[in-house]
């Protein structure tokens, strides 16, 4: 809270007053207003001005609100003690006087402000001397005394924290109702002091005193440099050590600085810094602060070499491990409303954020993402990783084959973090392929459907009628044209269970099995899992979903994985663990949020499913060292334009992405970091990037397993067997695959004129019958021509054997012609089977 500093109870003595009407008097001498007062002494004008002076030196506010200095806020990994970067809007760290060398304490005060401790905070000889000098020369002399300063620079931050642009004008400007204001809460602020801690100053190193108050104070919030401000801050910059450690002539090259902190920047300028530093020195020896031999070597010493400059790691361009991640965590403070609206305050007033970031996995995936392909690549093509832990949803990695700019100077350079949302200074997103694939299992299993009921691979035009979505109507894409979607390469696929769909990542399976499912179930179950457009905008009910055409972050991808990891328990992505004020407080930060989303049964469903792309199906690329178990999901987008690989273990989920993150580039006939590709797939591509990352993430921790069957009563209820009877070949097929049975189609084929060619005719099992999901039904078809060996016999066929194709109960066919060329005469009766001869009783 500010504090309040009050004029003092005493009056004010006649030496303040008089320095304060001589104040007065020297701004109005500067303003052209008094010009005759010059030929007066200055006493003599006090006595003239006196009473009138009084009135108004005794009306002007002595009151000062005195806020907490802006300090450097540090953002930490999640030891908190490996640093990511600092923020400050001044560069500060607050400490106090028995930490800051004596050296210093002695140079500020000598070059400032010589009669520091003998003066009630104005110095009445020194604004003598700065009249006399203005009158004579003509030039500006300033005659502020350390009070004086620190007043100013309290009034000058509280007027920019307030965004008071007047307020600061009116802090800053040389006039003397400025100056005189100055002088009277300078006046007040030591007084306060001294009733608060006395006037008697010991060796103690401790404030102990009024006069040593102020001095902490000043040399906390005075300027230092270009951005860096109080002692600590400036001698970390200049120096690499903490301001306690300062030696004389390190002191006095500080010290020099702030009467301007731009042009004795000694970083900027180290002539001009030499050339004050050595100023500073001369004084210190002319007060026996130093002897004249340390001033002889000092002044001979090259500023240069008595630096050791450390640039503090500012803002996220700074950050060498996380810069991507250090973006989103201010993002997330600024724009989080748990926050209020106070987190630009966490971030530049001083405070340690502690993330939930872990340096090890962030140091792997930084190395693995540039190992699979160089930020300058020139295929322009970038990653992008995100790692979870499923139990609490802390994000544990978060990295992109990128440098952090904010103005990239070529394609290795960018300020868009690839891995999340937009409104968390991401991208748009990127099509999440099949990936989004776990969603729709979760759905399917959760609908009633099991893993052993059979699905459609066929390439089959869908009706705009034949979709579901109760959200928007009975008839929601009524008038719309009809979808007929393929596989890799417009490929179909044969009709498999639908693990095998999940192991394979077969779009048009996965299609069938969807249109079985009301879209916006599918929705439903999307927003549960944690799936959200990284543009903001609302899911699109619509039957493209299926193949991931809604462009998601990899971050919401790896929240999708890790909510299936965590038996159906979504984490909201969490990225700060604490925040710490510097004084110790501790500021609430959003808890961990979890909450069940689906039932454990079904999210095992998923894991198992998933656990088969890796171990036979189209991620074996990404199969873990050391018989680790693991689930995973390929992803290929559209013309392999964005490529995926969702995978966990139970304590880690991990996602990459690979992909143009500016354009949808075919990842096709292209050279990548010297490795060919005719067609990029997720689990090409981004698959054994993730295995490289989890191998070397999870060394050391324990191999928990992970399902190796569906849990039991997931979907094993019986299904009933459609009628086909009647139909053609390609509908029956869809039917019995759609009620979720396999077909067989019989050898035998029934000569039937009367209806037309390929026409079930029958099937094995009756319709409305119950059969058990995957089992397979067998039926035969009709042909209303005679087959081309009903009139000519192959030389090479067994006259006495039945065509495959023959309908008929015995052979030969009893009206046949024969056929040309057939010939029985070869044909040996089997002989009969002989008749057993009863034994004698």
């Known amino acids: 809270m500010p504090r309040r500093i009050s004029s003092p109870t005493r009056r004010v003595s006649i030496l303040d007053f008089s320095t304060a009407v001589i104040g007065f008097v020297a701004m109005s001498i500067l303003a052209g207003v008094l010009a005759a007062a010059l030929v007066l002494p200055g006493i003599a004008v006090a006595g003239l001005a006196a009473k009138s002076t009084i009135e108004v030196f005794d009306s002007l506010p002595a009151e000062l609100e005195f806020q907490g200095l802006p300090q450097a806020s540090n953002i930490y990994f999640n030891d908190g003690e490996t640093l990511i970067a600092t923020f400050f809007d001044q560069n500060r760290i607050v400490v106090p006087l028995e930490e800051i060398s004596p050296w210093i304490q002695k140079a500020v005060v000598a070059v400032e402000d010589k009669r520091f401790w003998t003066h009630n905070g104005v110095d009445g000889e020194g604004l003598i001397r700065a009249i006399v000098h203005n009158a004579s020369t003509g030039e500006t002399q300033g005659a502020s005394t350390l009070t004086q300063q620190l007043v100013k620079n309290i009034l000058v931050n509280a007027a920019r924290d307030a965004g008071d642009d007047e307020a600061v004008a009116a802090a800053t400007e040389v006039s003397a109702a400025r100056k005189l204001g100055e002088a009277r809460r300078a006046l007040a602020l030591e007084a306060k002091y001294n009733e608060e801690l006395g006037t008697e100053c010991t060796a103690d190193p401790h404030v102990d005193c009024g006069k040593e108050q102020v001095l902490e104070q000043y040399l906390n919030i005075a300027q230092f440099g270009r951005s860096v401000y109080g002692v600590e801050a400036a001698s970390m910059l200049y120096f690499g050590k903490s301001a306690a450690e300062l030696n004389a002539i390190e002191a006095a090259t500080m010290a020099g600085i702030t009467q301007n902190p731009y042009k004795w920047d000694p970083l900027r300028f180290p002539d001009n810094a030499t050339e004050r530093r050595n100023v500073v020195l001369s004084v210190m020896r002319e007060q026996d602060i130093i002897t004249e031999t340390e001033y002889q070597e000092y002044i001979a010493t090259p500023i240069e070499e008595t630096l050791d400059v450390h640039e503090p790691k500012f803002s996220c361009v700074a950050s060498v491990d996380a810069p991507f991640f250090c973006d989103y965590v201010t993002k997330v403070i600024t724009n989080d409303p748990f926050f209020e609206g106070k987190g630009k305050e966490y971030l530049y007033y001083g405070a340690d954020i502690v993330t939930t970031l872990d340096l090890t996995m962030q140091r792997i995936a930084n190395e693995e993402l540039r190992k699979a392909i160089p930020p300058t690549d020139p295929t322009g093509i970038a990653n992008a990783l995100v790692a979870l832990e499923p139990s609490t949803g802390h994000i544990l990695a978060m990295a992109q084959n990128r440098d952090f700019n904010p103005t990239p100077e070529n394609t290795g350079q960018t300020a868009i973090n690839y891995a999340v949302d937009n409104a968390y200074g991401g991208s748009r997103g990127f099509s999440p392929g099949s990936t989004f694939k776990v969603i729709l299992l979760a759905e399917w299993l959760e609908e009633g459907h099991s893993f052993e009921q059979a699905v459609s691979g066929e390439i089959r035009e869908w009706p705009s009628d034949s979709w579901k979505a109760s959200c928007i109507g009975p008839a929601p894409f009524a008038g719309q044209a009809s979808w007929k979607p393929t596989n890799v390469n417009d490929t179909g696929s044969k009709q498999q269970t639908a693990l095998s769909a999940t192991a394979w990542s077969i779009n048009t399976s996965y299609i069938a099995m969807t249109n079985q499912l009301d879209l916006c179930g599918v929705r439903d179950m999307a927003e549960r899992l944690g799936f959200q457009r990284a543009d903001g905008k609302d899911f699109e009910v619509v039957p493209s979903a299926t193949l991931g055409t809604q462009n998601a972050s990899p971050l919401t991808m790896a929240v999708v994985g890790a909510t299936i990891a965590n038996d159906g328990i979504r984490c909201e992505p969490r990225s700060i663990k604490s925040i710490t ?210 009139f000519t016999w192959p030389a090479t066929w067994d006259p006495c054997v039945a065509p495959k194709s023959w309908w008929g109960s015995s052979w030969p066919p009893s009206d046949w012609g024969p056929a040309d060329g057939w010939d029985s005469s070869g044909c040996v009766a089997p002989e009969p089977t002989p008749t057993p001869t009863p034994s004698p009783s």
């Open 581 to 790: 004020t510097l004084d110790g407080v501790e500021i609430a930060v959003p808890p961990d949020s979890c909450e069940r989303v689906i039932e454990s049964k079904i999210a095992k469903g998923v894991q198992y499913g998933m656990t088969q792309v890796i171990t036979a199906g189209s991620g074996t690329a990404a199969k873990l060292s050391g018989g680790r178990q693991a689930a995973g999901k390929t992803g290929t987008a559209q013309n392999n334009t964005h490529l995926w690989f969702l995978g966990f273990t139970p304590q880690l989920a991990t996602v990459v992405w690979t992909g143009h993150p500016d354009h949808d580039v075919p990842i096709q006939y292209i050279r990548i970091n010297g490795v060919y590709y005719t067609y990029g797939y997720g689990g090409s591509v981004s698959g054994p990037v993730w295995k490289k990352f989890m191998d070397r993430a999870l060394a050391g921790k324990p191999n928990i397993a992970m399902p190796y069957g569906p849990p039991a009563g997931l979907g094993w209820l019986p299904l009933e067997v459609p009628d086909i009877i009647g139909k053609t070949e390609e509908e029956a097929r869809n039917l019995i695959n759609d009620a979720g049975f396999m077909w067989l189609v019989s050898p035998v084929v029934v000569f039937d004129e009367s209806v037309p060619n390929n026409t079930v005719i029958e099937q094995s099992v009756l319709p409305g019958e119950s059969l058990a999901p995957g089992a397979t039904i067998v039926y035969k078809r009709t042909m209303s021509t005679l087959p081309d060996w009903w």
